[in-house]
């Protein structure tokens, strides 16, 4: 059976302010085949009969949501770097103490089980940021991509989309000083050889595909970024790269290269509509006119950012600038979307004490369709027909949403009132509860084996 007839108490429909009422949605396998909305009456095609076979979604169904941004392996760290003092730096170097454990197989059963609770969180897809790839002291694997194909292997059994943002990261500054410690592990010696390593890499499975990252101006040398680029350019791939999260990052850019990073970037032909810049937390006003201009993504991540004490990104003013805002959730200090989003407006009243900066379907768009775009699927995040068949059910009678407005669960919902996912027409999530995956008793496991208790 191929073929599902769905029925929304609420749809959030591809184009639309706010969802709809009652919409009849058909899938065929993994593909959107018909959207109606019922007539208030239950309109001409709305006889019991005819909507007996109906799968009923109680609730607001909404399409797939992306996370533009994650390193899988973070996930270790929740709940473990929380107590003292410190900042990104210090917090790294807890990050490094868990990468330095990390194998194929203990990376495997890590990413499975964290991509396996983003799907319960409503995530459909996910943008893998991959740096660690080679074995203890930088030595590679058997085959050089075991690492990217352990994390597409766990994507699988998941059943999350994945692209994999295999990063080019090849010094430890901005001026070249070179790797050391557990940072040997995510070097390819020169961008030459990390297109090389790539170019071999080439995943089965429908569910995967590969991009291109540069970890950021602090570990790729101003010339090899081309190299990078052009290999993302030559193969129609997305390109991601970190970027002024930190104001330590500008100072050493400007004190090297006489530039910002974001204005290094666009030297060097990296920026354009297939490069997604991950923070943008410091950026200048020239910096914004050329992401803008150059129609630039950002990737936001509000609770790594305030979990690290990056500082709050100018998410209004990016927008204004004519950037596509997504959201990722980084560092897994939590996975939830629906947090991603309501933090880009809230944080915004923080800032300037006013409220509604964003629409609800701004935020929307951000969590769904413009992650997707940046990770390469622009089939999907919309309920559209055409579009890949992801179901998002969030229910309206929890505690937190009781009473809600359909339009407002990005400001009252969390992941654990997401009822149903169906991903490619598939339904992986049913009563909030994974199809295959035992997730908290494999996060628990996996974790055991990659921390120090
Ligand atoms: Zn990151």
Same mark, same amino acid.
């Given at each position: 059976?191929?073929?599902?007839?769905?029925?929304?108490?609420?749809?959030? @429909? $591809?184009? !639309?302010?706010? %969802?709809?009422?009652? *919409?009849?949605?058909?899938?065929?396998?993994? &593909?959107?085949? +018909? =959207? #109606?909305? @019922? $007539?208030? !009456?239950?309109? %001409?095609?709305?006889? *019991?009969?005819?909507?007996?076979?109906?799968? &009923?979604?109680? +609730? =607001? #169904?909404?399409?797939?949501?992306?996370?533009?941004?994650?390193?899988?392996?973070?996930?270790?760290?929740?709940?473990?770097?929380?107590? +003292?003092?410190?900042?990104?730096?210090?917090?790294?170097?807890?990050?490094?103490?868990?990468?330095?454990?990390?194998?194929?197989?203990?990376?495997?059963?890590?990413?499975?089980?964290?991509?396996?609770?983003?799907?319960?969180?409503?995530?459909?897809?996910?943008?893998?940021?991959?740096?660690?790839?080679?074995?203890?002291?930088?030595?590679?694997?058997?085959?050089?991509?075991?690492?990217?194909?352990?994390?597409?292997?766990?994507?699988?059994?998941?059943?999350?989309?994945?692209?994999?943002?295999?990063?080019?990261?090849?010094?430890?500054?901005?001026?070249?000083?070179?790797?050391?410690?557990?940072?040997?592990?995510?070097?390819?010696?020169?961008?030459?050889?990390?297109?090389?390593?790539?170019?071999?890499?080439?995943?089965?499975?429908?569910?995967?595909?590969?991009?291109?990252?540069?970890?950021?101006?602090?570990?790729?040398?101003?010339?090899?970024?081309?190299?990078?680029?052009?290999?993302?350019?030559?193969?129609?791939?997305?390109?991601?790269?970190?970027?002024?999260?930190?104001?330590?990052?500008?100072?050493?850019?400007?004190?090297?290269?006489?530039?910002?990073?974001?204005?290094?970037?666009?030297?060097?032909?990296?920026?354009?509509?297939?490069?997604?810049?991950?923070?943008?937390?410091?950026?200048?006003?020239?910096?914004?006119?050329?992401?803008?201009?150059?129609?630039?993504?950002?990737?936001?991540?509000?609770?790594?950012?305030?979990?690290?004490?990056?500082?709050?990104?100018?998410?209004?003013?990016?927008?204004?600038?004519?950037?596509?805002?997504?959201?990722?959730?980084?560092?897994?200090?939590?996975?939830?979307?629906?947090?991603?989003?309501?933090?880009?407006?809230?944080?915004?009243?923080?800032?300037?004490?006013?409220?509604?900066?964003?629409?609800?379907?701004?935020?929307?768009?951000?969590?769904?369709?413009?992650?997707?775009?940046?990770?390469?699927?622009?089939?999907?995040?919309?309920?559209?027909?055409?579009?890949?068949?992801?179901?998002?059910?969030?229910?309206?009678?929890?505690?937190?949403?009781?009473?809600?407005?359909?339009?407002?669960?990005?400001?009252?919902?969390?992941?654990?009132?997401?009822?149903?996912?169906?991903?490619?027409?598939?339904?992986?999530?049913?009563?909030?509860?994974?199809?295959?995956?035992?997730?908290?008793?494999?996060?628990?496991?996996?974790?055991?084996?990659?921390?120090?208790?």
């Amino acid at each position: 059976m191929t073929s599902t007839r769905w029925l929304a108490e609420y749809a959030w @429909l $591809a184009g !639309d302010d706010e %969802p709809t009422p009652d *919409v009849l949605i058909e899938t065929v396998r993994d &593909r959107i085949t +018909g =959207v #109606t909305p @019922l $007539a208030p !009456d239950g309109g %001409p095609d709305a006889g *019991v009969d005819v909507l007996a076979d109906a799968v &009923r979604l109680p +609730g =607001v #169904t909404l399409p797939g949501l992306a996370n533009a941004h994650s390193h899988a392996f973070h996930r270790a760290l929740r709940g473990r770097t929380h107590v +003292g003092r410190g900042d990104f730096w210090s917090w790294r170097d807890q990050m490094y103490a868990v990468a330095a454990r990390l194998d194929p197989d203990s990376y495997l059963a890590l990413a499975r089980a964290v991509y396996a609770e983003m799907t319960l969180a409503g995530i459909t897809c996910v943008g893998e940021f991959h740096y660690l790839h080679h074995g203890p002291g930088g030595r590679p694997y058997a085959d050089p991509n075991a690492m990217g194909a352990a994390l597409v292997e766990a994507a699988a059994q998941a059943g999350i989309r994945l692209t994999l943002l295999d990063a080019c990261y090849l010094t430890a500054s901005v001026d070249g000083q070179p790797l050391a410690g557990p940072q040997q592990r995510f070097g390819d010696g020169d961008a030459l050889r990390w297109a090389q390593r790539l170019d071999a890499f080439n995943p089965d499975g429908g569910h995967a595909r590969v991009g291109a990252a540069i970890h950021s101006v602090r570990a790729v040398p101003a010339g090899q970024l081309a190299t990078v680029a052009e290999w993302a350019r030559n193969r129609a791939a997305p390109l991601h790269v970190h970027l002024s999260e930190q104001p330590a990052e500008n100072d050493a850019c400007r004190a090297v290269h006489g530039r910002t990073p974001t204005r290094l970037l666009a030297d060097h032909g990296v920026l354009g509509r297939a490069t997604t810049a991950v923070h943008a937390t410091h950026p200048t006003s020239g910096d914004l006119g050329l992401l803008g201009g150059s129609r630039t993504g950002v990737c936001l991540c509000p609770t790594t950012e305030r979990d690290l004490a990056d500082g709050i990104g100018p998410a209004r003013r990016l927008a204004d600038a004519g950037i596509p805002l997504s959201l990722g959730s980084d560092s897994h200090a939590v996975i939830d979307l629906f947090e991603e989003a309501r933090a880009v407006e809230l944080d915004e009243r923080l800032r300037t004490r006013r409220r509604g900066h964003f629409t609800p379907v701004e935020l929307l768009t951000a969590a769904s369709s413009a992650g997707h775009t940046a990770l390469g699927w622009t089939d999907a995040g919309r309920i559209a027909v055409g579009d890949r068949a992801d179901l998002v059910t969030v229910r309206l009678d929890s505690v937190r949403t009781a009473g809600v407005a359909p339009a407002g669960v990005w400001f009252a919902a969390g992941t654990v009132d997401v009822t149903q996912v169906v991903v490619d027409g598939q339904v992986l999530v049913r009563d909030g509860r994974h199809a295959r995956v035992d997730v908290s008793q494999e996060l628990a496991t996996a974790v055991a084996e990659v921390t120090t208790r």
